[in-house]
């Protein structure tokens, strides 16, 4: 009798656990549709406000600017510069390890991060420079 109840409780402990699951993953999806939703909604007031206003509807229609730098260059210089800040970063944090009395635990993310982070802003600042 005493197994019997033991297994009772692991079976319900188990089906609480993926009710919660279940819950996690519903509340996830309901929160991206949540937003996809009042994106596209408001996004659609407002086109029909500017139009009802006699705005020219050419308005929502994406131009080429003339000259912007295609979308592949500046995402293989982004994630170029990524690496290497990464690369750096490492071979960096690898140097603090080896010739410093720092603990190692929180050199090698603060030093890779940082790194990341100014190959990122180079990217950045070089992309503005593609713009021109």
């Not at 991206?32 to 406000?49: D, G, Q």
């Not at 308005?59 to 290497?84: C, Y």
């Not at 944090?93 to 720092?102: E, G, P, Q, V």
């Amino acid at each position: 009798m005493n197994t019997l109840n033991l297994n009772n409780k692991k079976n319900i402990n188990q089906l609480k656990q993926s009710i919660m699951e279940a819950l996690i993953v519903f509340i996830i999806f309901g929160s991206i549709f949540a937003v996809a939703y009042l994106y596209f909604s408001t996004r659609n007031k407002e086109r029909l406000a500017l139009i009802e206003k006699g705005a020219d509807a050419s308005i929502f229609v994406k131009g080429k600017r003339e000259h912007t730098a295609p979308v592949w260059k500046v995402l293989i210089l982004n994630l170029a510069l990524l690496s290497m800040g990464v690369g750096l970063g490492i071979f960096l944090a690898t140097l603090l390890d080896t010739y410093s009395n720092l603990e190692s635990d929180g050199i090698y993310p603060a030093i890779i991060f940082f790194m990341a982070g100014v190959g990122l802003f180079i990217g950045f600042n070089m992309t503005k420079n593609l713009d021109r």
